[in-house]
């Protein structure tokens, strides 16, 4: 084991000079103490005028303020950009100057971040939220969770606590994804089988559509990637963790974790699974949108593509989406990818920035958000939104907050997923046994990492 605690708290050089060393799993960050006025009295730092909010809490009159993330898509920057104007003509004398970061988002940020003069607000993946708050560069949201109008017990209680630091909220989720299980109706029907709610019910169900399904283009059952990623859920569905309770050691090789991947590396060597190598498809998507196959775990991102899918657009009416499979005896789990609006340590505007992000992340901007479909709303009143009930398949996606495990192992979560995905690509591939795979991977982490 190494010196450094999983909660411990990064200094400014190790956090900056950790930047060559990241990768694509996940986000590192770190920069100074908080010298914005982030004590949680609501005190702006640049001494301006005033003007109280519907919170009661004592704005800046004339604070100009930043807001960044990832330019994910035109549609995705053209909603901020509405979003913010409302806010600035709701609120006469803050001005925000929205500029998303095109590329390479997080060495950028990390960049600012360590610089002391990053945006004032900004996305955190919640991959990399634990090395932000450990290395003490976010304002504390606090302040906006304690206000009386503002109501955190309508999100998703695993999202909002994504973005906890020891005890104190460092960001308020913007929107997330879950994964579910999205499958052929037609061939599921051609099959006979319903959708499965355990393993046993999905292991027959994949061995009734490998025996049945006529279709032609039809190659396999079901896709997964080579690395394993329904993995991470199936894991916790069986009752296991990725880490010990305080977070020193991992504890993945355990039974649990060995007996899901067994149940994995088993649909393959049944060839009732097929990795996206065996079918000359890139993705999930595209296997299930040519009909390659009749499962798929996938996450919202799916839908778009098949509602929009021209080679074949009669699929998007055959596919329907359902929560994934359990074991018989185990819990409802799935992974939540999630991402929040969070601020600078360093912000000369604290009340500023956390009214913005008030207004970004109310019940009306949440809900313009979730209405464009491009990801889930973080608030579970939302699942009686029209919307919803017009799109169900995002409702069978939302729902599943509820259950969700955000992929995130603390501040060196990177490091952690980089050392497990290879062995599970290797047991995927026959390489290794599942036992020999999670072993080799828990003991790399607990030497080299925790």
Known sequence: MTDDSTNGRLSRRRFVAGLSTAGAAAFLAGCSDDSGGSSGDGSSGDGSGSTTTTAGTTTPMNADITLSGWAANNEESALVTDLVSEFESNHEGIGVDYNPIQS????KLKTQLGAGNAPDAFYVDSSYFPSFASANVLLSMEPLA??????TDDFFDPLLDAFRFDGTLYGVPKDFSTLGLFHNTAMFEEASVDPPTTWSQFEDALSALKDNVSNESFKAPMIEYANGRSWWAFLYQNGGQVLSEDGSEAVFADDPGVEALEFLTGLKEDGLLAVPSDLGSGWHGAAIANQEVATAILGPWGLPFLEGYEDNPDINGQIDVAHLPKPSDGEKATIAYTVSYSASANTDS??????LIRSLTSDEGMARWAKKGLALSARKSHADLDYYDEHPR??????AGDW?????????SESIVNRVRPQLEAAMLGEKSPSDALSTAQQKINDEVL
């Open 104 to 107: 390479k988002y997080k060495q």
């Open 350 to 355: 604290p009340a500023a920035t956390r009214e």
């Open 404 to 412: 969700s495990q955000p992929f995130s192992f603390g501040p060196k």
């Open 394 to 399: 995002r409702k069978t996606l939302l729902e």
């Open 146 to 151: 304690e206000s009386e109008d503002y109501d």
